[in-house]
């Protein structure tokens, strides 16, 4: 939890319908990864704290007996649920509304936990304790995330890259040069150093793995508007009464980059840390 910043239920408030949509995924191969060093074979049971839409839980689905998504925003886990019937595993998922601090919340132990892109939501310290606790013996938790560290460019593909820069100056000439977060600001954005707060909660590790991207893909400007809507910082509710004028300025910016309404992006690569419960 960051300091001076409370958690509150409008953070991702109004993102749900535009995530799976504009946010993108992660690199294709991070099933055969994760079943491969955790030795998954369809029996055993996945929590996803943080869940959002399902995208992590489902595509994992095949490898558990049981998926379990846990997250606070109601509009997340309805989302989550109609996808589970979509893809024909809903009798094998759970999806809980409740806060990562509300755990255990009575739902058993699980083989794998998962955290993708939500653990700088949480107040970690207490989060990672409880879940190692909920963990089976020889359980592991997993951190997903984008690789960051990587440079990605979209040299010898058709459409020009999606200008990230001046989205991010339009967001900021409608909601100001401090980052939102629900109904507070985040000046110095979300923490990391995760490493540190699982050693503290008593983990081993981690093992490091990334899932190799650079996938060429093609990108609408509705799906970059999806994007900008899915992000916390730039929820539709942030811009109240002006949401149909930013919608309006971003879709001009975007034609002004490319008038035939199409972006290039390339797939990023996924880093895997594995956390085990216990000392291997």
Known sequence: MVAGWEWDDTLFAGTAAYYRRGRLPYAPGLADVLAEVLELAGRGRLIDVGCGPGVVALSLAHLF???????????????????????????????????????????????????????????????????????RPGGALVHISDLKSETRTVDGLPYPAEPCAAIDELIRHYLGPVRRAGR??????????????????????????????????????????????????????????????????????????SPAGRFSERQPSTEVFVWWKDPR
């Not at 606070?72 to 409740?98: H, L, N, Q, S, Y």
């Not at 806060?99 to 939501?121: C, I, K, N, Y």
């Not at 304790?129 to 909920?134: D, E, F, H, I, L």
């Not at 490493?195 to 590790?205: D, K, P, T």
């Open 184 to 257: 507070g600001v985040l000046p110095r954005g979300t923490p990391g150093g995760e490493a540190a707060v699982f050693a503290r909660a008593g983990y081993s590790g981690p093992e490091r793995h990334v899932v190799p991207g650079g996938q060429a893909l093609e990108r609408t400007c509705d799906d970059l508007v999806a994007g900008v809507f899915s992000m916390s910082y730039s929820a539709p509710h942030l811009f109240g009464s002006r949401r149909d004028e930013f919608e309006a300025d971003l879709r001009q910016l975007l034609r002004e980059v």
């Open 65 to 135: 007996g049981e998926i379990v998504g846990l997250d606070p925003d109601r509009e997340m886990i309805a989302e989550a649920g109609r996808e589970a019937v979509e893809r024909g595993v809903a009798e094998k998922a759970r999806w809980v509304r409740a806060r990562a601090e509300e755990l255990p919340a009575d739902l058993g132990t699980f083989t794998v936990a998962a955290f993708a892109q939500s653990f700088h939501w949480m107040d970690r310290d207490l989060v990672a304790a409880t879940v190692r606790g909920m963990l």
